[in-house]
DNA sequence: ATCATGACCTGTTAGC
DNA sequence: TGCTAACAGGTCATGA
């Protein structure tokens, strides 16, 4: 599921387990992921406190002190869940579900020394399209994946204006160019769907008819630009109202429930006001995608 | 260059 | 109930 909110939701549920405390152990169940493992992941990383988590569009960065950073990618189906142990680590044992055979690494944090018991965090991933790599924190900035990145979605680079720059010669349909991670940073499949749906823009409509002839931003781009935004800050916020649930419930992140407009709505009425439209599904570029054919022109 | 497609991998669900 | 096919939120390599 991880587009740029569920990294975003992740990212805030970890912090106040993985900051400043210290990895005390790694556990590698296994030797890659969507890549192989780094090289002596678990001698590199174990025993180094944890300075701070952040991220780039659907990357999370785990900063640790010694200069080293380790960038995660949840892939498809990889999420994090959280496992209190009140006894301190050797209270937990091994009952083990289906579920965690994709229990592909632990991160045992040694407590704060602040009263918080010692945490376990565990990267689940059954289709291991995810990954992890260790960077040096100073050589982030040049990260091969992060180097093409178009701007996050809740920033100021974020403009029509600059939309209508990167659209102006782009003849695909402008569902493929809000996926495309060079343009922006973050989208996926669900968020596009939904931002174009918000501004009644039909997902198949070329991207440089979003353009004037002068180069400007059409109105309707000024309204996609905002449904883009307004969509992300959405979704960020009710992850982060489902955080505390979660976290009581099963530890779990990186799966949290939002209610969608159209995405996988297939056949139900359109709730754009007025609009007597049905939900449909269509293909492109091998995706499904949701739109209502009435509003979105 | 730009765009669409297939590949990566496993689990879930719809349909017979 | 069991089997099969289609499908899943993301990238990356490939070839047109």
Redesign the pocket.
């Known amino acids: 599921?991880?587009?740029?909110p569920?990294v975003e939701t992740v990212r805030r549920g970890l912090a106040p387990f993985m900051e400043g405390r210290s990895i005390g152990a790694l556990t590698l169940n296994r030797a890659d992921l969507?890549f192989p493992l780094p090289r002596d992941f678990r001698g590199r990383v174990e025993g180094r406190r944890v300075r701070h988590l952040s991220r780039r569009?659907?990357?999370l960065v785990i900063v640790l002190e010694g200069e080293l950073s380790i960038v995660a990618?949840?892939?498809?189906?990889g999420s994090f869940r959280i496992e209190e142990a009140p006894g301190g680590l050797a209270a937990f044992h091994h009952p083990r579900s289906?579920?965690e055979?994709?229990d592909h690494v632990v991160f045992a944090m040694t407590g704060d020394g602040d009263g918080r018991g010692d945490v376990r965090i565990i990267y689940n991933d059954?289709?291991?399209?995810g990954?992890m790599d260790l960077v040096e924190t100073d050589a982030l900035d040049r990260y091969?994946?992060f180097g093409?990145l178009g701007p996050e979605p809740t920033g100021n680079a974020l403009s029509a204006g600059y939309l209508a720059g990167r659209f102006r010669?782009?003849?695909?349909?402008v569902k493929?160019?809000l996926?495309?991670?060079r343009v922006i940073?973050?989208?996926?499949?669900?968020?596009?769907c939904e931002a174009l749906h918000r501004s009644g823009i039909s997902p198949e409509r070329?991207?440089?008819t979003l353009v004037t002839e002068e180069g400007d931003a059409a109105p309707v781009l000024e309204d996609l630009t905002r449904a883009i935004r307004d969509v992300i800050a959405e979704a960020i916020e009710a992850g982060g109202s489902s955080l505390r649930d979660h976290i009581r419930t099963d530890g779990s992140l990186g799966?949290?429930?939002?209610r969608f407009r159209v995405?996988?709505r297939e056949g139900a009425p359109c709730v754009t006001p007025g609009c007597t439209g049905t939900v449909a599904?269509i293909?492109?570029?091998?995706?499904?995608t949701f739109h209502c054919p009435v509003c979105q022109t």
């Open positions: 599921m991880p587009e740029l569920e969507r569009a659907k990357y990618h949840l892939g498809m189906s289906k579920d055979a994709h059954p289709r291991r399209f990954f091969p994946a093409a010669a782009k003849k695909s349909p493929a160019a996926l495309d991670q940073a973050g989208l996926g499949n669900i968020y596009v070329r991207a440089n799966y949290f429930q939002h995405y996988d599904r293909v492109q570029s091998g995706r499904s």
